[in-house]
């Protein structure tokens, strides 16, 4: 019986401290916070608003095999610091996209969304695709809030296709980071 106490003792202790995700300082000058499977991220100094870096805070996960430094895929949630819009970004790492394909988001107990790749923002780099239309990223913050996984699959540019989970596990926490801390500096 004791060893039983103990033991939810000590597993009370591990999942109240997973609980309890703590805002810390990151060395790259970021407030920082870890909520289960996403990190959010704000810039404690925006004063540098020119750059897309100084005006957004972001939640991410990251899913697929692992690479030297980071995962294949990743899923991005960016608020804007000073006018409070969000965009969703989708970054295949080493990859491109078929032009004329669509990527199908497939969230838990919902139906799937197709969004044309044409359709989807292309900035700086090649393998990044940004999803800025305010009412269908609205949409899809709500099915983010309300699943515990997303399936997005992509087809490449050389005819592959791919599907990968992310978990949502953690979003509702990290996106509220990104609104607590966006307005101002900390």
Request: hydrophobic fraction near 40%.
């Amino acid at each position: 019986m004791r060893l039983i106490f103990l033991f939810a003792l000590a597993a009370s202790l591990l999942t109240a401290g997973l609980a309890t995700a703590k805002p810390f300082r990151h060395h790259f000058n970021e407030w920082r916070e870890y909520n289960k499977h996403w990190l959010s991220v704000c810039p404690i100094d925006h004063a540098n608003k020119a750059s897309f870096y100084g005006s957004h805070c972001w939640a991410t996960t990251y899913a697929g095999e692992e690479y030297e430094y980071a995962r294949r895929h990743q899923l991005s949630v960016y608020r804007h610091r000073d006018t409070g819009a969000v965009q969703v970004s989708f970054a295949i790492h080493w990859e491109d996209l078929a032009p004329q394909s669509d990527i199908v988001l497939k969230f838990d107990a919902a139906p799937p969304v197709e969004l044309a790749v044409a359709e989807l923002e292309q900035r700086q780099t090649q393998n990044i695709y940004w999803l800025t239309d305010p009412v269908i990223v609205q949409s899809m913050l709500a099915d983010m809030r309300a699943s515990n996984g997303l399936t997005v699959s992509y087809q490449f540019a050389d005819g592959r296709t791919e599907q990968v989970r992310f978990s949502m596990i953690g979003f509702t926490r990290a996106f509220k980071f990104t609104q607590t801390y966006a307005p101002k500096d900390r």
